[in-house]
């Protein structure tokens, strides 16, 4: 199985300022089908990005992912008081497929 | 606008079973795999079962392979996840999910809450 480890597990910061979030692969994502999701509370999860670098539909351009292998990263521009939350990643190119622990972007 | 409905969760004793199902619109049923996705209170996001847009190939984790049982009825836009010998540690919220088989999860459903307990 493809553990995901996500870093850091808390992100404080405010609103305006950007944010990196990392994800790291055990083994190799197949095909670069790594996905990101942002679930808010009592929320179902909301995808963000696909095949690790394509944003989904309706998604505004200040979330990006980048990465390819083992290492990916959502990245978050100028953060607004909505996107506060928490993120997973998804890997879906291997059986099982598998998610990320989550990090929590809170506000500073 | 997709819309995906569970329904079918509940409390059951440890050893019991259970039948979800998640009625789809919005979408062409049939064209899309299907998936559940559970959620531990207050944990991450756990990849539960998958099948394909015509119902032949399906996959589980491991966690509920030989136990839980995903299927579809095309004709009536319903997915379905049938849970047996059912454990405390099973108790989550349960996600349908339009996609998940070797595609990112596009669309969730609400949840429903299945909690087994004595």
């Known amino acids: 199985e493809i553990v995901l480890t996500q870093s850091p597990g808390t992100l404080s910061l405010s609103p305006g300022e950007g944010a990196t979030l990392s994800c790291r692969a055990s083994?190799?994502?197949?095909?670069?089908?790594l996905a990101w999701y942002q679930q808010k509370s009592g929320q179902a999860p909301r995808l963000l990005i696909y095949d690790a670098s394509s944003r989904a539909t309706g998604i505004p351009d200040r979330f990006s992912g980048s990465g390819s292998g083992t290492d990916f990263t959502l990245t978050i521009s100028r953060l607004e008081p909505e996107d506060f939350a928490v993120f997973f990643c998804?890997?879906?190119?291997?059986?099982?497929?598998?998610f990320g622990q989550g990090t929590k972007l809170e506000i500073k | 606008e997709v819309q995906l409905l569970e329904s079918g969760g509940g409390l059951v004793q440890p050893g019991g079973s259970l039948r979800l199902s998640c009625v789809a619109s919005g979408f062409t049923f049939t064209t899309f795999a299907m998936s559940w996705v559970r959620q531990a209170p207050g944990k991450g996001l756990e990849w539960v079962s998958s099948?394909?847009?015509?119902?032949?190939?399906?996959d589980y984790g491991d966690s509920v392979r030989g136990r839980f049982t995903i299927s579809r009825d095309n004709p009536k836009n319903t997915l379905y996840l049938q849970m047996n010998s059912l454990r405390v540690e099973d108790t989550a919220i349960y996600y349908c999910?339009?996609?998940?088989?070797?595609?990112?999860?596009?669309?969730w459903g609400h949840g429903t809450l299945v909690t087994v307990s004595s």
């Open positions: 099948i394909s847009g015509r119902g032949g190939s399906t």
């Open positions: 999910a339009k996609g998940g088989r070797y595609t990112s999860v596009d669309s």
């Open positions: 083994q190799t994502v197949s095909s670069n089908y």
């Open positions: 998804h890997q879906y190119g291997t059986l099982p497929y598998s």
